[in-house]
Antibody, heavy 121, light 110 residues
Framework: QVQLQESGPGLVKPSQTLSLTCTVS??????????WSWIRQPAGKGLEWIGR???????NYNPSLKSRVTLSIDTSKNQFSLKLTSVTAADTAVYYC?????????????WGQGTLVTVSS | QSALTQPASVSGSPGQSITISCTGT?????????VSWYQQHPGEVPKLMIY???KRPSGISSRFSGSKSGNTASLTISGLQAEDEADYYC??????????FGGGTKVSVL
C-alpha cells in the first residue's frame, strides 16, 4: 500500500525558508488522478491545511499562507515538496504530508508520520 | 477561509453515544459531500474515520457514523469505549478546491 515519509531540516532560523520533501512509496505519485497535500499542527493545537498539488503540477493553497508557500512535484523521484518562506516562530509545527484525493475520492489518507520543524535562532 | 466550527470538548460514559458537530458554510460543508473525520490520539498521526460524510474506510468500527444537514456535519460514536478518548477533527473540501479543518474536539470517556 502507499506510504508517505516526510524529510527535511528540523530546525530553521527565523526569516529563512522551510523546505520539506515527502517521498511516496508503494505506488507511483503520478498514476491515476492523485492530489497530494501538506498539513501542519503546532504543538497542542489543531490541524491546518497548507496546500495541495496535482500530479500535473497544478496547485491550490490556503489563502492565509498563499503568499509564502510553494509546492512542487517530481514524478521521477516519486516526491513532492513544500517551501515556506519568511518563517517565524508561529510556523513551528509538526508537518504532515498526505494524499488528499484519488480518483475523485476526497479524503486525507494515507498520512506520513510527520516531521517536527522548529523555527528558532 | 475560516476554520470549521467544532465544540472544544464532548464527554460521555462508556456505552453511551455522543455526537460531534462540525459547522461550516455553503462554500465548504454545504457545497459538497466531501466531509471527512479524523481521530488523533496524543503523539500519533491523525487517522481517517469517516469520508464522504458517512462512509467508513475498511477496518473502522461501525460504532462510528457520519451525517450532514445543510452546512453542518456530525460524527456520532455509539457504544463509547475508553479507546475512543482522543481528539477528533472534521475537514471539508471547498468550492475553491482547497481544504479546511475544524478546530478539533476532545472526546473524554468518563
Amino acid at each position: 500500500q502507499v506510504q508517505l515519509q516526510e524529510s527535511g531540516p528540523g530546525l530553521v532560523k527565523p526569516s529563512q525558508t522551510l523546505s520539506l520533501t515527502c517521498t511516496v512509496s508503494g505506488g507511483s505519485i503520478g498514476s491515476g488522478s492523485h492530489h497530494w497535500s501538506w498539513i501542519r499542527q503546532p504543538a497542542g493545537k489543531g490541524l491546518e491545511w497548507i496546500g495541495r498539488i496535482y500530479t500535473s503540477g497544478t496547485t491550490n493553497y490556503n489563502p492565509s499562507l498563499k503568499s509564502r508557500v510553494t509546492l512542487s512535484i517530481d514524478t521521477s523521484k516519486n516526491q513532492f515538496s513544500l517551501k515556506l518562506t519568511s518563517v517565524t516562530a508561529a510556523d513551528t509545527a509538526v508537518y504532515y504530508c498526505a494524499r488528499d484525493c484519488v480518483d475523485s475520492v476526497f479524503r486525507f489518507d494515507p498520512w506520513g508520520q510527520g516531521t517536527l520543524v522548529t523555527v528558532s535562532s | 477561509q475560516s476554520a470549521l466550527t467544532q465544540p472544544a470538548s464532548v464527554s460521555g460514559s462508556p456505552g453511551q453515544s455522543i455526537t460531534i458537530s462540525c459547522t461550516g458554510t455553503s462554500s465548504d460543508v454545504g457545497a459538497y459531500n466531501y466531509v471527512s473525520w479524523y481521530q488523533q490520539h496524543p503523539g500519533e498521526v491523525p487517522k481517517l474515520m469517516i469520508y464522504d460524510v458517512n462512509k467508513r474506510p475498511s477496518g473502522i468500527s461501525s460504532r462510528f457514523s457520519g451525517s450532514k444537514s445543510g452546512n453542518t456535519a456530525s460524527l456520532t460514536i455509539s457504544g463509547l469505549q475508553a479507546e475512543d478518548e482522543a481528539d477528533y477533527y472534521c475537514s471539508s473540501y471547498t468550492i475553491s478546491s482547497t481544504w479546511v479543518f475544524g478546530g478539533g474536539t476532545k472526546v473524554s470517556v468518563l
